[in-house]
């Protein structure tokens, strides 16, 4: 497959591209040594769920990873994976499954351009600077043909940019819009500086919760980088385990990578943990961006009032208000979150189907969901709990 000399390859494992030639295309901007945008995109976060079992053989994940070459050089990259069930994608398409094998299809496999198991934004299609155009394209279409060629009932492109839903769209694939919630930075000096931009009730509230977390008898502690230990990840993957089984019925990532995350991905992780008499009781786990704050997993042995929303949420805000980072994603779902100073944000992803006339029926679908999602999220911000006028700069 061509597209004006550019050559879509699909190979089964990362180190057949190796890191230096992924991250030209994923993360250019931390070619020397910098934070990149997304950590979820890099090599080594990709290559950690590989090497840990976390996607492969059994996961439902199968590695197919879309790259595009002018002539010898890589100038683009998509992690693309062959999916044998809905499982991890936070955009959820459960719903089309069911009604195309009621109608006697066969839905899976399907082609998934995503980071697995990771609800954040960023780029799908990771284009090497100077090839924006010639990248996108031969990736899109490339992703597309192959659902053709072998006859695969869809593609779906998850969490993708609002630019990278724009330019799928006119390429002909299908624009979805959800929301989640994410909380902004407005250049705040410390969380005191977010709290004076909240109505007095939700100052009050936020400042009661804090003090009940406070209380529960024990120490916060915030790790990140070389400060992490392997006998943090020990505690950690207890709390994890407990969390997936309720959630998802086992837990995504295998216990291999934290193992791999304490060698290759503590600089881009903060670990929120919770200790009470000499054992940690909680947990929360961040990933940290150039300019975002990822809030992904929580979990705890004890149960203490409002411990949840200090870990995951207030202590979130307070690190990113340190790190100077724009804003704190705080994951899928939750409406509590609003109440925290989270706001509804749009969040994107692009579709294609097989089936004209299935096709046709998630497009008016699609069409009716992004007017309710519209007015989810103004009705959502309108009982957010800024003051009025700060939910007006906002906007």
Known sequence: MKDQSVEIRVVPALDQIGAR?????????????ARPDDPFTTYRFLKALEDSGSVGTGTGWQPQYLTAYLGDLLIGVAPMYVKSHSQ???IFDHNWAHAYERAGGRYYPKLQIAVPHTPATGRRFLVRPGFEDAGFSALTQGA??????NKLSSLHVTFCTEAEADRGEALGLMRRKTQQFHWHNDDYADFDGFLATLSSRKRKNIRKERAQAQAFGGTIRTFTGDDLRPEHWDAFWRFYQDTGARKWGTPYLTRAFFDIAQDTLRADMALVLAERDGRWVAGALNFIGAQSLYGRYWGCSEHHPCLHFELCYYQAIDLAIRLGLKRVEAGAQGEHKLARGYL?????????VGDP???????????AERAAVD????VLTEYG???RAQIEEQE
């Open 385 to 387: 709990p800024f003051k």
């Open 344 to 352: 509804p944000t749009a969040t994107w992803s692009l579709h294609w």
């Open 144 to 149: 597309v043909q192959l659902a053709s060629d």
């Open 357 to 367: 006339g299935f096709a046709d029926a998630i497009g008016n679908y699609l069409e």
């Open 21 to 33: 030639e992924w991250d030209a295309c994923a993360c250019p901007e931390a070619a020397e040594g």
């Open 88 to 90: 991890g994608e936070y």
């Open 375 to 378: 007015e989810e999220i103004e």
